[in-house]
């Protein structure tokens, strides 16, 4: 369950940053992170690369939503060395990126609600209110990955290894 929290919190972290330009939501960063707090930083560093090989074109162009790096790259990589290993990994990173995207068009759409808000405070000139709206979707961004993330990983680390270990058979 520690585990579990713990890369959940680093998925809600990269989650913030993936507005800005530090680059830590990239899939070799997360991986080693992941990789370090599971305790097997090699698996780490070996699925973060091969996942930022794979995903390293990828970027969101006009309307398009491109699949969600962060938790695909986190759920992988947190389940990949759960339960069998790089393989695992990239098999499991990319459906589930693919289901999170849906997330986060889901949160894209309804943090368009705050725009009214911020238009009404600017006319009236309050920029401090402005610049503190800003945190609500920071917050919801950090929940949309950290939530699905730590569910994943709680509830389908054993159920997953058991099919892992029947499958290796």
Excluded at 11 to 37: E, K, S, Y
Excluded at 38 to 44: A, S
Aim: proline share 5%; hydrophobic share 55%.
């Amino acid at each position: 369950m520690t585990a579990a929290l713990l890369v959940a919190l680093w998925a809600g972290i990269c989650a913030i940053d993936d507005v800005g330009t530090q680059m830590i939501r990239r899939p070799l960063l997360i991986a080693t992170v992941v990789g370090f707090i599971m305790g097997d930083v090699t698996n780490g560093l070996l699925i973060g690369a091969t996942l930022e090989v794979m995903w390293m074109g990828v970027g969101n162009v006009g309307a398009y939503s491109a699949p969600d790096m962060i938790s695909g790259t986190a759920i992988g990589t947190a389940l990949g060395i759960a339960s069998g290993g790089p393989e695992a990994a990239v098999a499991l990173a990319v459906p589930t990126s693919l289901l999170a995207q849906q997330l986060l068009i889901l949160y894209r759409s309804g943090i368009v609600a705050l725009n009214p808000i911020a238009e009404r405070w600017a006319e009236t000139g309050d920029f401090d209110k402005i610049y503190k709206i800003n945190y609500i979707p920071m917050a919801i961004a950090f929940l949309v990955r950290a939530v699905p993330t730590f569910l994943a990983i709680y509830l389908g680390r054993e159920p997953l290894k058991a099919q892992w270990r029947h499958f290796r058979q």
